[in-house]
């Protein structure tokens, strides 16, 4: 059974740096798309950044050059590098596992809660 377990969120204040952990455990395709998405309340979720198998990554616009995606592949752990951080960055932030065809299926953690505050 596959399993996310996010950890690193907390409080920062505005300008601040936090460093998000997804490690995955089970048995899952060796192709995959492992990333990032985030839900403020009020809002629906939406993408945050995501890293293929392959090596190719995508940011929202509104993260772009602030947050690094990266993993450590012997570890099976996904990180989240985040940067100068704004109040709007606040929401809790889930790891998302894509599995592509055949299988088109997604695996979530249950998020950790980023807030940035003064």
């Known amino acids: 059974q596959v399993q996310l377990v996010e950890s690193g969120g907390g409080l920062v204040q505005p300008g601040g740096s936090l460093r998000l952990a997804c490690a995955s455990s089970g048995n899952f395709a060796k192709i995959y798309t492992m990333g990032w998405y985030r839900q403020a309340p009020g809002k629906e979720r939406e993408l945050v950044a995501t890293l293929a198998t392959i090596g190719s990554t995508n940011y929202a616009d509104s993260v772009k050059g602030r947050f690094t995606i990266s993993n450590d592949i012997t570890k099976r752990t996904v990180y989240l590098q985040m940067n100068s951080l704004k109040p709007e960055d606040t929401a809790v932030y889930y790891c998302?596992?894509?599995?592509?065809?055949?299988?088109?299926?997604?695996?979530w953690g249950r998020g950790t809660q980023v807030t940035v505050s003064s």
């Open positions: 998302n596992l894509h599995l592509g065809p055949p299988y088109n299926y997604d695996y």
